[in-house]
């Protein structure tokens, strides 16, 4: 089969996304697939029309890979691809529409409150956050909207530390969040065909939770899977997990994060595109559950040319 | 024939070359990790790293790199040079060499020291590949575990990799407009003496510092050397853009003021020549090179033998200071039209060094904004630079940046200017929205400014060795407190 990897761009998380990307592509070169790698630019809807690819496998991450501009493409080319739709990627990258998508299907998420740019420049917003702190409580989180790795995510400790943070997350985003910090266990979902994988625990070695750059990294954070949890406290995850992937519309293909808080799970976000490097937690999960990272990669595409698959 | 390589699944079978199997189970982690030096956990990659990714996109204007502009050395000159010596010396330049270096290169070495004064013994230097390689072994001679080691703050990033992996005890020292505070300095070995320690070496960029774009002046420069004869301590004097200079009067490096006895040199052909041939050196006292050598002989037991042979040939031709002159002309051109894109587009907020010569601009921003996020945003608008926290070791320098201006074109770096300045007002505008009042202060402590309002009285006082005129044009304080 002849395979398009889609990978780079011009996402912030290039880097990642070419490691994933250069990845996949070793794996479908084994498992005998022509592979036709794409570093995403200007030329994409050129090339693609010039290489007829039977399956496009994107690898990107970020805004302009993840959240369905990509995707958009492959459905008009009416090539098929890996992953979630466009719709559901748009849905999952921006967490404040994935959030009410979340709340509306009644799966916790931590409280939050979105702005824009211009409610701070053109509508005072800024008195109204007083209000809001009260409402959310110290330590809270300020993330941008969309965005999927660490990038811009700052935690305010008091209100003196609010519009620094803002600025930051704005730096990536025309519309941040400000999320209420929930303390607890750092676990992930990671869903397949509609199934959830064993889950990942990423516990900081060094212990500083606010570092979120050590995060998912080999030697500063430490990774359990299959993670060990009490069957209940495994449920109730892999519920929030699958019912946040249906809520979304990404259930063929997503990683899941949440925080086990002392009541329950808390759902943060799902990544429509999750990383495949070699620290990603997917190809962990995968593992965990027996499958070598060419069964993985084969799964995935066997996913996207038969979506009725997905139960 | 290509190799056969056997895969742990497939002992009996020959199979094509492949790249390696996959390894992604968290075992597989987790056994790697458990395998790591303890030195690896002080060595960080970061989201920030895969930013730097987007930096190399070709759309991006990078401000970011510490590129010299090779576009403008000859290519009928490289390849005249290149013919010669596959003509008459190919064997030869193929081969491995001594692990010092050739003493006909060495004799380019101490050609170019004694442009700028110094007359060291062909002898006492051994050839590294690039000025990185000499920070590295100095450093790996030098340098036990929780060893401490001085530097400037900020510091050369490509020195902060290197401090870590040796697990230096990194001490930084602030600088102002007349480069590393000696004042300071002293207090801070007075205080190690207290603690019964002694640092290993003092490491300094003292012309054109990178990334802070001053330079240490005459009196300092005497005080340091003296200093560390009194100390017995080592001084690295790293310089490489010594003959870069646009104005001013040049000054003696502290090799020259000190004889060699406690200094130790480290050069380059890198910014005078090409980075591409990676070639520098160290000059240090008998007794310490011996041990440099040792380890390099470890490390790679020869530099580049070819572009040894490069090197002494384009020498030979007795045009390379006409080069230098024709960068130094080239480059001061590029720095002053940053300079005046930096006046024209950074807003009020903002302040920035002027060097007398190198390649970088320091500049920094009110405190609030972090340059790393702001770079993220910069991204957008297709311009890149280097976040000062780079030059810290303890993450400070959140809100300075490092500006090139050597590697990209005047146009660019007018345009460039532009897109930051752009994007830093933005960022005022909004934080003034979100905490009225208190976005006006002038830049944070963080570095120089052009100005002399800019600075708080009291900083202008601490710069007691500063000399009096110039006070009022460059002597701002890098940073003036410790716990920023």
Redesign the interface.
């Known amino acids: 089969m002849k395979v398009a990897v889609l990978k780079g761009g011009?996402?912030?998380?290039?880097?990642?996304s070419?490691r994933s990307g250069a990845?996949v592509e070793?794996?479908l070169?084994?498992l005998g697939h022509e592979v036709v790698p794409i570093d995403v630019g200007a030329d994409l809807v050129k090339r693609l029309r010039a290489e007829q690819p039977d399956v496009a496998f994107v690898a990107m991450h970020g805004v302009g890979g993840e959240d369905g501009t990509a995707q958009e493409l492959l459905e008009i080319l009416g090539i098929p691809f890996t992953g979630p739709d466009a719709a559901a990627c748009a849905r999952s990258i921006d967490k404040v529409m994935a959030k009410a998508a979340m709340r509306a299907a009644g799966i916790p998420t931590p409280d939050s409150f979105a702005f824009t740019?211009t409610a701070?420049?053109d509508l005072?917003a800024?008195d109204a956050?007083t209000d809001l702190e009260g409402t959310l409580g110290f330590p809270l989180v300020v993330k941008p909207s969309r965005g999927g790795?660490?990038?811009?995510v700052k935690f305010a400790s008091a209100p003196a530390d609010?519009?620094?943070a803002?600025?930051?997350?704005?730096?990536?985003d025309d519309r941040v969040m400000l999320e209420r910090f929930v303390e607890g266990r750092e676990v992930a979902v990671s869903v397949l065909g509609g199934e959830a994988l064993p889950i990942?625990e990423a516990i900081p070695a060094e212990g500083d939770p606010y570092d979120?750059?050590a995060r998912y990294?080999?030697?500063?954070t430490?990774?359990?899977?299959p993670a060990d949890l009490s069957p209940t406290e495994r449920s109730a995850i892999t519920d929030a997990a699958l019912a946040t992937c249906r809520a979304l519309g990404c259930e063929g293909f997503a990683r899941v994060d949440l925080i086990l808080g002392a009541d329950g799970p808390w759902v943060l976000e799902a990544n429509a595109i999750p990383g495949l490097t070699?620290?990603?937690l997917l190809?962990?999960a995968?593992?965990?559950a027996g499958m070598?990272?060419?069964d993985l990669v084969e799964r995935i595409l066997h996913l996207a040319l038969s979506p009725a698959g997905v139960s | 024939m290509a190799t056969i390589r056997h895969t742990s699944r497939m002992t009996e079978v020959p199979q094509p070359p492949h790249r390696r199997r996959a390894h992604t189970s968290t075992r597989d982690l987790e056994r790697y990790a458990g395998l790591f030096a303890e030195r690896t956990t002080v060595m960080r990659s970061s989201a920030m790293r895969d930013l730097m990714a987007v930096t190399a996109r070709p759309e991006v204007i990078s401000l970011a790199g510490g590129l010299p502009d090779t576009s403008t050395f000859p290519p009928e000159s490289l390849a005249a040079q290149m013919s010669k010596i596959a003509a008459e010396s190919a064997a030869a330049a193929l081969q491995y060499g001594p692990t010092e270096g050739f003493d006909e290169t060495k004799d380019c070495i101490v050609e170019v020291m004694a442009a700028e004064g110094m007359l060291p013994d062909p002898d006492d230097i051994v050839i590294t590949t690039g000025g990185q390689q000499a920070i590295d072994l100095v450093t790996k001679t030098l340098v036990d575990p929780g060893d401490v080691v001085i530097c400037e703050a900020p510091t050369y990033p490509g020195a902060v990799p290197v401090f870590c992996s040796y697990q230096a005890d990194v001490r930084q020292v602030e600088m102002d407009g007349d480069g590393m505070r000696i004042d300071l300095l002293e207090a801070l070995l007075a205080e190690l003496k207290a603690e019964g320690r002694r640092p290993k070496f003092i490491y300094t960029v003292p012309s054109f510092q990178n990334p802070g774009g001053v330079t240490l002046s005459l009196e300092r420069r005497a005080r340091l050397v003296e200093l560390a004869r009194r100390h017995e301590i080592l001084v690295v004097e790293d310089n490489p853009y010594g003959m870069l200079r646009y104005g001013g009067e040049a000054l003696p490096p502290l090799y020259q003021l000190d004889g060699g006895d406690f200094v130790i040199y480290l050069g380059t052909f890198s910014k005078i020549l090409s980075p591409g041939i990676r070639l520098g050196w160290v000059v240090a006292p008998p007794p310490v090179l011996e041990k440099v050598v040792l380890g390099k002989g470890a490390t790679d037991l020869c530099t580049s033998t070819l572009t040894q042979f490069f090197v002494r040939q384009y020498f030979a031709e007795g045009g390379w200071k006409r080069y230098v002159g024709e960068l130094v002309d080239l480059y001061r051109g590029r720095r002053d039209t940053m300079l005046e894109a930096l006046a024209e587009h950074f807003p009020a907020a903002a302040t920035w060094t002027e060097p007398e010569g190198g390649l970088f601009i320091w500049a920094t921003l009110p405190e609030y904004i972090d340059t790393g996020d702001l770079l993220a945003k910069a991204l957008r608008s297709d311009v890149a630079f280097v976040p000062g926290q780079a030059a810290y070791v303890d993450g400070r320098g959140k809100n300075s940046m490092r500006l090139n201006f050597s590697g990209v074109n005047d146009e660019e770096i007018r345009e460039g200017i532009a897109r930051i300045g752009r994007v830093i007002r933005e960022q005022v505008e909004l934080y003034e929205a979100l905490a009225p009042g208190q976005g006006s202060a002038a830049a944070g402590p963080g570095t120089p400014g052009r100005e002399a309002e800019d600075l708080p009285a009291d900083a202008a006082a601490e710069a007691e060795d500063a000399p009096a005129e110039d006070a009022a044009s460059n002597v701002v304080p890098l940073r003036k407190e410790a716990n920023g």
């Open positions: 011009r996402s912030l998380e290039r880097g990642v070419l990845r070793d794996a070169d084994r740019q701070f420049r005072g800024a956050l790795s660490s990038l811009g609010v519009p620094g803002l600025v930051a997350a704005f730096s990536y990942v979120f750059e990294e080999i030697g500063r430490h990774f359990v899977c070699d620290t990603s190809p962990q995968a593992e965990a070598s990272f060419e």
